[in-house]
């Protein structure tokens, strides 16, 4: 058989992984010379493309100078990072970006960890070189000191090092050199990555690290050969992560080459393939032979950090704009969400609600949006920082910050900060008249703020985080400034009214909204709840006031995203779902009940 190189690509977000991936296709002779090609072609799914960000790991597989080169793509933004900790074990080396002006970042770190501690010695890419700001030097030693602060051997220090502006298909060992292509980037995949060990002559042991499924031929585990080869229509066994185990028959083997998927029918250690005939599989499985089944350890993924309470919907508008609206319905979905992504976790809590554990907001609003596009309906809780108890002390989750902005802001930023329990841990002017401040922060402080950031600094600012550990709690930290305006009535929101409300605060509704009682229309400018009313009319009046009605000027309504929502509600409000509409309630509809709530917490 054929030699194999297994890498997997890593960085921080938008340090340009996607993009080097094309490359590597389209200049390994991939593509046939007439195939269109396209920017990022890996990230596939829509969500992917409308954001511009890779959000599930996905792997590729190419050939260059009779090499099989398998290649996975992994996400960046730091609520994806299971994905990332799950293929790591799958590969025998990775490349690691790191942007030539940006250098090392939370999710830098976070990845560069995962990958020293299963062994690997990364190829360190050092990407967008072709940024009038970079600095690739400068960044070449940064890696080499985070290497060193993350307790790397000996070997992992000695890194290769390699230059590239992916966007221009271009890597050079030297920067002073002229070449315009990925070939030495290629050749080191080659030369650095080791080939797989085991052998074709041991009993079968795979593992899946992802699923996929097909109408046709069900469900697919996307997988790793370690030992032994598979064939199709052989009978193999399947272990599970509790270690039960059933026989199965290979009804479909798939290999891998650029974006085409094709039938094979056997493949050997070292290979990754797509395996169909296993219902039950999930990430993490193994498939083995059925004589000596030897399993392999099961996938560690790192906790999530964030819970919310995904609920059925019980709005006055419930079942009015979804298809699936039960709470059979939500527990189905979840659980096949689980099912393809281990580093989220669900409960049911009661009759008609789940808790879905997860790593960051995005995550969950990911999984929210999917489902909203499928035709679900419900509502969804202030995300939550998850705690635990660690020899009688109560720990949480703290994320390392890096907010670069603008200096005549960072006064500002720092205080705020401050305020959420935020500790600054260094503070470096960039040139340019920008300044990047880290700091470490516990994950609840971060809840909301982003919002809060964008205002700050006037847009200006870009701000990343990555978990870093659980340490003792914090205490309480700020939340929301401004109340909220909550509808009094059902009915339709009318131009009239909401021109006498938008002096008491920011609307997030228009005139023909539906709003119920209960429902959060606006943001107040005061610290308190305000009780108002969008649906009343104006008096009609004997006496005609000529082009008065026209004369109203409506400021146009906050548009309130799935994601604003989420950062925006408190405990006592709920952000509803549905395929059409996201709208902001507070969880008791009823005035007086709410005040009773209220009061009670206050007593408490
Ligand atoms: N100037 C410059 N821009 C680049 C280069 N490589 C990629 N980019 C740009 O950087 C942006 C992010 O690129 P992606 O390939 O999506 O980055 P990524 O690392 O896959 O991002 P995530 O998957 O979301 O973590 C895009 O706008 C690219 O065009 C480069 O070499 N130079
Ligand atoms: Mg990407």
Not at 370 to 399: A, D, L, Y
């Amino acid at each position: 058989m054929r030699e194999i190189r297994n890498i997997a690509v890593i960085a921080h977000v938008d340090h340009g992984k996607t993009t080097l991936v094309d490359e590597l296709l389209k200049q390994s002779g991939t593509f046939g010379e007439r195939d269109e090609t396209e920017d990022r072609m890996m990230d596939s799914n829509d969500i992917e493309k409308e954001r511009g960000i890779t959000i599930l790991a996905k792997n590729t597989a190419i050939d260059y100078k009779d090499v099989r080169i398998n290649i996975i793509d992994t996400p960046g933004h730091a609520d994806f990072g299971g994905e990332v900790e799950r293929v790591l074990k799958m590969v025998d080396s990775v490349l690691l970006l790191v942007d030539a002006q940006e250098g090392v970042m939370p999710q830098t770190k976070f990845v560069v960890k995962k990958a020293l501690e299963i062994g690997h010695r990364p190829i360190v890419v050092v990407n967008k070189i072709d940024k009038p700001a970079g600095e690739p030097d400068r960044v070449v030693d940064e890696v080499f000191d985070l290497f060193d602060q993350m307790g790397a051997s000996e070997e992992q220090l000695e890194f290769p090092v390699i230059y590239a502006a992916a966007k221009n298909g271009i890597s050079k060992l030297a920067l002073d050199d002229d070449n315009d292509n990925m070939i030495p980037l290629l050749d080191m995949i080659l030369e650095e990555v080791p080939a797989p060990t085991g052998s074709d002559d041991n009993g079968l042991q795979l593992q899946v690290f992802t699923l996929g499924y097909d109408n046709f031929i069900g469900k697919i585990g996307i997988a790793r050969i370690f030992n032994g080869t598979i064939s199709m229509g052989e009978t193999v066994t399947l272990v599970k992560a509790d270690g039960e185990k059933v026989n199965g028959r290979v009804t479909k083997l798939i290999g891998f080459k650029g974006l085409e998927k094709m039938d094979i029918d056997k493949a050997g250690h070292g290979d990754i393939v797509a395996i169909a005939g296993f219902e039950t599989v999930d990430v993490g499985d193994s498939l083995c032979d059925p004589k000596n089944p030897m399993p392999l350890d099961p996938l560690h993924i790192e906790e999530p950090t964030l819970s919310v309470t995904f609920a059925v919907n019980n709005s006055p508008l419930a079942g009015t704009e979804g298809k699936f609206v039960t709470s059979n319905k939500i527990q189905e979905r979840l659980e096949a969400e689980m099912n393809t992504n281990i580093a989220m976790q669900f409960e049911a809590k009661g009759e008609a609600a789940f808790e879905v554990r997860g790593r960051g907001e995005l995550q969950i609003t990911i999984l929210a949006e999917n489902m909203r596009r499928e035709g679900f309906e419900f509502s969804i809780s202030r995300p939550e920082v998850i705690q635990k108890i660690e020899n009688g002390v109560k720990m949480e989750p703290f994320e390392h910050l890096v907010c670069d902005v603008p200096d005549e802001f960072s006064g500002t930023v720092i205080e705020t900060l401050g305020k959420r329990k935020a500790v600054m841990s260094n503070m470096v002017p960039m040139g340019d008249g920008q300044t990047r401040i880290e700091f470490e922060i516990p994950a609840r402080g971060l809840i909301g703020y982003r919002g809060q950031f964008l205002t700050d600094t006037k847009g200006e600012g870009v701000m990343n985080h990555s978990f870093l550990e659980f340490r003792p709690y914090s205490g309480t930290v700020t939340s929301r400034s401004n109340g909220a305006l909550v509808s009094m009535e059902n009915g339709e929101a009318v131009a009239y009214s909401i021109f006498n409300l938008q002096d008491r605060g920011i609307m997030f509704v228009s005139p023909q909204d539906k709003v119920y009682g209960g429902m959060v229309i606006g943001e107040h400018s005061r610290a308190n709840d305000l009780d108002v009313n969008p649906v009343k009319a104006k008096q009609q009046s004997n006496v005609r006031s000529s082009g008065a009605d026209e004369a109203i000027k409506i400021i146009p309504a906050k548009d309130m995203s799935l994601e604003h929502a989420l950062e925006w509600i408190e405990d006592d409000e709920l952000v509803e779902v549905t395929p059409i509409n996201v709208r902001i309630r507070k969880r008791e509809l009823d005035p007086s009940a709410r005040r009773r709530a209220e009061k009670q917490k206050k007593g408490l």
